[in-house]
């Protein structure tokens, strides 16, 4: 591998920026001052008016899953593909056990599945059921496997989702083990009620969709979910909260002390549910995903969230589904495949709303887009840091260059952008991985299954 040598950038880190040469040898970062010398044989790289930040890490991501009678559109190899274009260098996935599908079993699927990827990659589990084998299921793969991480479904009833039952034997092991919980914070009884409320009145178009899930439904079961963390002593991790009562029941749970981490994904903080109310079904369609986009003023709260340190990551939840699988639910839309997709776009939709909208600093943007989930999910200090003795993993991004966000020159393999047509100020120039430039200029260079998986240790065991 070329050694590097970035020179005439301004280095910025979760808590502060300075102006620096960095030295990228072997993987990692070796040395970091004001004025480097070349050394024999570094290539050097002209990063003058440009920021060098931690590459980006997406700790919500869904690649080849089978999911609503179809699969993502994108598997390992294209979704990491897209990562590493928008400056995404590491991502965690998510295991999904099949029905009855012992969890070692749907450990090596998803090793497979992810084979290919080009980006570094690690995995939550899902627990979606509780039986006499799953508590030694799941020491296995936090000991041997480096998972370090649970999620809970506490919605898609008849699916994967779970009950109270299993949340609190679920999190009382992850406590035991030092390791943390995750929920999607929806009350699914309530969802399924309203559903079968709006089908059988008629109301089977996209439309509906937000009015079967809304907001209150969120802030119960993010609540709920802190509740039971608190009363067994768990590290809790809330994703993609998408509305005021989430944020308002983090905010409770954190004043009282509870370790509750929160995460928001970029469609969420840009879109609105208007997008919902368009005349063509195939575009409204294109934005099922569960929470479903908010009103405004939910928008509002949650930039405010983030850059108050209540939310604290963001995440893509990237899901996409191509137009023809939406199709699924043109009779009902409880059949629409849910989920969207933004691997790719994170970063340069967070810097254009958030810091060029004065939302967020240049330090609050790595920390919402790096820094934090590597300290959330045990990846800290090797990833989420441009530091000496870190991974090299670098994007080289330009403050002032300029590019329009569309289906038709993304890598990601949606045919459909969430945010086509928006004109982003800020963009990444290269894209550097433990020490391998391997996306510049708009070119990818990254050999198919380049990417490492990311073995994890728990953070802390109970006494
Ligand atoms: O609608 C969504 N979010 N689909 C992906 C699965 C999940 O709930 O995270
Ligand atoms: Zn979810
Ligand atoms: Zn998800």
Redesign the pocket.
């Known amino acids: 591998m070329t050694p590097l040598l970035i020179r005439g950038g301004t280095i910025v880190n979760a808590d502060g920026s300075w102006r620096a040469d960095l030295r990228v040898s072997g993987r990692t970062v070796v040395a970091m001052a004001p004025d480097l010398e070349q050394a024999a044989g570094e290539r050097i790289i002209d990063a003058g008016g440009c920021l060098v930040m931690p590459g980006g890490i997406d700790p919500?991501t869904?690649l080849d899953?089978p999911?609503m009678a179809t699969r993502?559109a994108d598997d390992f190899f294209s979704g990491t593909a897209a990562a590493l274009a928008g400056g995404t260098t590491s991502i965690l996935d998510?295991i999904?056990p099949e029905s009855g599908q012992e969890l070692r079993d749907a450990y090596s699927q998803w090793r497979r599945r992810a084979r290919p990827s080009v980006a570094d990659y690690g995995f939550h589990i899902a627990v979606t059921r509780w039986d006499g084998e799953t508590e030694s299921e799941l020491r296995d793969l936090v000991e041997h496997e480096g998972i370090t991480s649970f999620k809970h479904?506490m919605?898609?009833k008849g699916g994967?989702m779970v009950g109270d039952d299993v949340l609190i034997k679920s999190f009382g092991l992850a406590a035991k083990l030092g390791v943390l919980c995750m929920v999607?914070a929806e009350n699914g009884e309530l969802v399924h009620h309203l559903q079968q409320k709006l089908v059988s009145e008629g109301k089977l178009g996209p439309q509906y969709h937000p009015l079967s899930r809304p907001p209150e439904i969120e802030g119960e079961a993010v609540n709920r979910a802190i509740c039971i963390a608190e009363a067994v002593g768990a590290r809790l991790y809330v994703?993609?909260n998408s509305s005021i009562p989430a944020i308002e029941a983090l905010r409770r749970g954190r004043a009282r002390g509870v370790d509750v981490t929160g995460e928001v994904l970029a469609c969420h903080l840009a879109l609105s549910d208007a997008v919902y109310r368009h005349p063509d079904w195939a575009f409204a369609a294109a934005h099922?995903?569960?929470?479903p986009f908010r009103a405004p003023e939910h928008q509002q709260a949650l930039w405010s969230a983030l850059g108050a340190g209540i939310i604290e990551t963001t995440g893509t939840?990237h899901?996409g589904f191509k137009a023809a699988d939406r199709l699924l639910g043109k009779a009902k839309f409880t059949d629409i495949?849910?989920?969207?997709g933004s691997i790719e776009d994170r970063l340069h939709v967070l810097w254009h709303l958030g810091v060029n909208a004065g939302r967020l600093t240049a330090e609050q943007f790595v920390r919402a887009t790096s820094t934090a989930a590597a300290r959330a999910f045990g990846l800290y200090p090797a990833k989420g840091r441009v530091a000496e003795g870190s991974d090299a993993d670098l994007l080289v991004w330009d403050p002032v260059g300029e590019r329009t966000l569309s289906a038709a020159d993304q890598h990601q393999r949606t045919d459909f952008n969430l945010f086509e047509g928006m004109m982003v100020r800020g963009i990444n120039r290269m894209t550097i991985s433990r020490g391998e430039i391997v996306f510049e200029d708009g070119k990818l260079s990254a050999p198919e299954g380049r990417g490492e998986y990311l073995r994890r240790l728990p953070l802390r065991r109970a006494a």
């Open positions: 919500h869904h899953y999911f993502t998510f999904i479904f919605t898609y994967t999607h994703v993609h099922v995903m569960s929470p939840d899901a495949p849910n989920g969207t």
